[in-house]
């Protein structure tokens, strides 16, 4: 027998709940019951438990609704389903959101005890290794199961919130801000790790939409703040809503740039393009983001066409000590210009980066030594060793 746990018990049938609760008890651990999944949860706000063992089919709430519910306040609690009904594809479900063991009734007690004894050891290692990782990264970190990152998701998309940072001209002037997508949810702190999450459960639209929404409100209001520049994963070019008159992008369009980003691989190229003249005519422009980070090549290049091309924060950072990363960028910026492309350095954190990327070609810098990313709008401020007084841009609000 494991070390004796607190074990939650919901099954809306009573005579087989309470046969779990004495097979439980008798093994040695606390058990609370449950007869539905409202009551369970209201039990799991009152009090910590190791496990849960749950039916499958309730009335109100169904066990797989129970386990999501559960994952918007505990990431780790282990969760066991019994059902009088087992299929292929309700197992499937259960194991997909998360759920240890899948028992079908009638199952012999000796095995729900077993099972539920195996859960709290796993729940215990599964604790023990989101402490001991959190203390070595210093972050939070995110749910495996995928009502996990449902449950993460879901909250992310609730306290969503844009930062803008300002993109500055090679003279120092204000182009435009930068629109960066924010979250008060620790294990999504990152633009990165909310798209993965959105990516894995196929709700790319759920984040992409109230983002562009949200970026383009405070730009509408105030032409001084001058070109938003706006983030899109490569699957939000399908996405209608990107076209349409309704959207607040659209309303604004010659004053956007849409990046899409390197970091992704593009599909469809014929559509790509196809979809990236429907957007220039509505007049938006766009950008390569993260040029030379992972995916695109020239194909995916040549299909967009871009106005602006922002180099990866990986060439800018250390450039001025860097022979290599100064050829690459003296390169790109060549022969962007050739092209009639504008080329953007982001990630300029000391003035001696901000001095060689204007020096290499850049028309365009963002980052931390010019100003950080808040509310709208943040002050920017030019160095005086890049031959002017320090230059205000536009005020927070």
Known sequence: MTQPGRLLVVDDEGVLRGAFARALSA???????????ASALRAIERQPFDAVLSDMSMAGMTGIELLRAIRAHDLDLPFVVVTGHPTDETAR????????????KPVDLARVVRAMERAILLGRIARIKRVTMESLTGGQVGAGDRAGRESSLDRALHTMWVAYQPVLRADGTLCGHEALLRTRVPELATPLA???????????ADVGRPMRRLAAQPVAADRASGLLFVNLHPRDLYDEDLLSERSPLTAIAERVVLEITERDAIGDLTLVRRRCQELRELGFSLAIDDLGALHAGISAFTALEPDVVKLDMSFVRGVDRDEARQKLVKSVSRLCRDLGMLVLAEGVETTAELACVLDLGCDLVQGFLLARPGPAFPVAVWPRENGADALNTVGAR
């Open 27 to 37: 093994a040695g651990h606390r058990v609370v019951e449950a007869a539905d999944g």
């Open 93 to 104: 479900a259960a194991f997909e959101f998360g759920a240890l063991d899948y028992l079908g």
């Open 194 to 204: 909310v798209l993965w999450a959105a990516e894995k459960l196929e709700r790319l």
